[in-house]
């Protein structure tokens, strides 16, 4: 209970304002926090209120446009809300999945931030008592050009590898694109996905009067202070400064957490579980608390402190990482504590549940902070802010070819969003654990089986951040109908998504306008493809200041796919064999407006992305599938980025086989049906083309033969000329390695 004779020491009125505005609250905001309190708040209750209403814990400006979502299916057990998504897939199974985004702390410290980021995501997923089974991500650099790039890229590539191989979990996929306007503000998604028992799963709702708060893990220290805060805001030009708020990650101790948990977890100890991630205790306990409908005592004197002199306001808010916050059943604590002495980590009783509706923190004798819940966890400012549409971009007008269609294609298999990403791969062990499938690079989508069980899950992650920005609605839809393609594309049959919505600042009108109308595309495809989301994250004021304009990024949905496979079997790649003929399903229309083509080739970004006809998808898809589970179709790979003629030069790296393609028959200019990047297409290799020609044709689909693998031999293209697969394979591989060896 709160004890009022101690009431926490008020700071003086204009000290309070002046650091409310410093820790990111509006004047509006703080004028609400003096309401509710009836006074002027104390440092450690200002720091808890700007860390729990900031963009990044509160959700203040989103929230109202991610309402719009579906989330809802007969197999999703557990969908927004908890740390992770729950999904059911069979065998009394569960698959726990979430992404998030460590892009702010990325730019400051590349290899912290993306470490972190790892390390955040997996104890989202195990904390629901999932243990890991594969790790992708989602990253986007500035131009290759800028020098900044390189330091970012090579940060990022070594955190996500030194963090995700020494806690053993495998990095199965992802995806890597390059843009200038993510100069100032790269982008790094995490994700992680988990396999559980569907009947136990834990959650963060506490629960128990009198029931013990135990504190496990790692020990506190000053390390990620306001951290959320500064997720939450735009950057300076002097962003670098801001290096004490990236957390420090130890993926050692990471594992050492992950079984001590997985232990405790097999006993009846725990009521309630939450990891410490974004503002840590303060976070985790508010959440807890606040979900439970109960109040919660915190005594910081007990907690784990790996510094000298802490005080509450820095215990509260430090993003130290591996850490977990748990509620116990009465007497289970030395049961608790056994296990996680055992594995050599922290465990301290730090408080109890109370029946006060209010958080109370205690250290050194004095009342430190005394705030009704309510407003912190389920109050916060909620904005509907304006949103202004983006400009609708009119059609693109013919482009002639500048070069041809055979130096085309090796221009754009070398370009950075184009080019192999087998140096990025290579420093990520993908298949620890020895139940990964299909490895990156092999398929559409990673497949990893089940431990112990014959199926297996796919999983992926995709956006295209140019067709966002120029028109988001299709953008939106377009990136989650790729999730839902890449996973067919394996066999597998799609459950659910995760998102990461990266966009600017939310005060801007047409950045909320961006992000308003990616939902509703988003949403539209979810509908269609009975795909509903799960979980996710959303990371707002990626954008940097400078004295001549403020610079966002592209907008970037990204979107991370699950699906399953019955008989991990059944799994295909992208890599045909000698003699396979190569079926196109899907129509072609040679859609030039912002391909890679025009960008990489003509030199323009302009017109419109490519139409999103999600009924074509759901009949292509379901047919692909069906095609692959009965045995028809023995590799596949959807045609996306580059268009038709990048995905069979993929398709013949993949499988080291020449291929002859068919002439295209068409009215269609060659670089349009070429290298047009139309949606809802798939390239199917296959022992019986008439039949699967057939299938599809009866389906309504459009299906044409476009080409045969000849086993060695070049890429032959229908006008007579042959590119070697060396001369293809030396310009695919070599552009990461030669950038990263520049001086």
């Known amino acids: 209970m709160s004890d009022a004779t101690l009431a926490p020491t008020p700071l003086p009125l204009d000290r309070a304002r002046t650091l409310a505005a410093e820790f990111g609250l509006k004047p509006e905001e703080t004028e609400r926090v003096l309401g509710i309190l009836g ?107 800028n020098p900044r790039t390189k330091r970012i890229l090579d940060g990022v590539v070594r955190g996500i590898g030194g963090y995700g191989n020494c806690v053993g979990v495998p990095t199965v996929g992802g995806e890597v694109n390059f843009h200038r306007a993510y100069d100032g503000n790269p982008l790094v998604n995490a994700m992680t996905v988990g396999i559980a028992p569907a009947d136990r799963i834990f ?60 232990e405790l977890m097999a006993t009846d100890a725990i009521v309630a579980i939450q990891d410490m991630g ?49 509620v116990l059943k009465p007497g289970r604590e030395h049961v608790a504590e056994a296990i996680f002495r055992k594995w050599e980590m922290d465990f301290a009783v730090i408080g109890h549940i109370t029946d006060t509706g209010r958080i109370v923190i205690r250290h050194r004798g ?39 269609i055979a130096p085309a294609l090796m221009t754009l298999i070398a370009c950075p969003d184009l080019c192999s990403r087998r140096w990025i791969w290579d420093q990520y062990d993908s298949t620890v654990n020895g139940q990964t499938v299909k490895r990156p690079g092999g398929a559409d989508a990673a497949v990893v089986r089940i431990e112990g069980h014959a199926r297996a899950l796919a999983m992926t992650t995709d956006v295209t951040p ?57 949403k539209a495809a979810c509908e269609a493809l009975d795909y509903p989301v799960v979980s996710g994250n959303v990371s707002l004021y990626n954008e940097t200041r400078n004295a001549a304009n403020p610079s966002a990024i592209l907008p970037t949905p990204a979107i991370g796919g699950v699906g399953v496979l019955d008989d991990a079997r059944q799994a295909v790649g992208l890599a045909p064999s000698p003699g396979d003929a190569i079926v196109l399903i899907g129509e072609t229309r040679g859609h030039l407006g912002q391909s890679l083509w025009l960008r990489e080739v003509a030199g323009l970004e302009d017109g419109p992305p490519p139409p999103v006809d999600l009924a074509a998808e759901r009949g292509a898809g379901d047919l692909v599938r069906a095609e692959i589970l009965a045995g028809h179709v023995t590799a596949c790979h959807d045609v996306s980025d580059g268009g038709l003629l990048i995905a069979l030069a993929e398709m013949a790296l993949g499988g080291a086989t020449g291929l002859a393609l068919e002439s295209p028959d068409t009215a269609l200019p060659p670089h349009a049906f070429w290298f047009g990047e ?39 293209l229908p006008d007579g000329t042959a590119i070697s697969l060396d001369a293809l394979r030396d310009a695919h591989e070599g ?7 520049q001086a």
């Open 735 to 741: 552009t990461l390695p030669a950038l990263m060896a």
């Open 678 to 716: 139309d949606q809802g297409r798939y390239l199917c290799a296959t022992r019986d083309p008439d039949a699967l020609t057939a299938a599809a044709k009866a389906a309504g689909l459009p299906a044409r033969l476009i080409a045969r693998a000849t086993g060695p031999g070049p890429l032959a």
């Open 278 to 326: 974004a503002a840590g205790l303060t976070s985790s306990s508010v959440e807890m608390a606040g979900k439970g409908g109960v109040g919660i005592e915190l005594v910081l004197d007990n907690v784990p402190q790996r510094e000298d002199g802490m005080t509450a306001y820095e215990m509260m808010l430090s993003e130290s990482q591996e850490r977990m916050l748990m």
């Open 39 to 145: 006074r002027t708040p104390s440092l450690t209750e200002l720091g808890i209120f700007s860390v729990m209403w900031s963009e990044h814990c509160s959700y203040k400006s989103s929230r109202v446009w991610l309402r719009e979502l579906p989330t809802r299916a007969p197999w999703v057990i557990h969908g927004p809300g908890e740390n992770a998504g729950v999904i059911a897939i069979g065998d009394g199974l569960a698959a726990v999945f979430k992404m998030e985004s460590h892009n702010h702390p990325s730019f400051i410290e590349p290899y912290q931030g993306a470490a972190t980021g790892v390390g955040g995501i997996l104890r989202d997923v195990f904390t629901m008592g999932a243990r890991p089974i594969a790790n992708l991500n989602a990253l986007r650099f500035g131009d290759v050009k």
């Open 203 to 262: 959650l963060s709702a506490a629960a128990g009067i009198g029931n013990s708060v135990v504190y496990v893990g790692s020990k506190t220290g000053r390390d990620g202070i306001h951290g959320a805060t500064m997720a939450s805001t735009d950057f300076t030009e002097a962003a670098e400064e801001k290096r004490p708020t990236v957390q420090i990650g130890d993926p050692f101790a990471e594992k050492l957490l992950i079984e001590a948990c997985m």
């Open 366 to 404: 004095e009342i430190e902070a005394d705030i009704p819940l309510a407003p912190l966890e389920s109050e916060a400012p909620l904005y509907r802010r304006p949103t202004a549409e983006t400009p609708r971009r009119a059609p693109l007008e013919p482009v002639a070819d500048p070069v041809g």
């Open 466 to 522: 140019r067709y966002c920005a120029a028109d988001p609605e299709e953008g939106g839809k377009q990136a989650v109908a790729e999730t839902w393609r890449n996973l067919t594309a394996v066999g597998a049959r799609p459950l659910a998504i995760t998102d990461n919505m990266n966009f600017g600042n939310p005060e801007r009108p047409e950045i909320m306008g961006q992000f308003a109308a990616c939902i509703r595309g988003m």
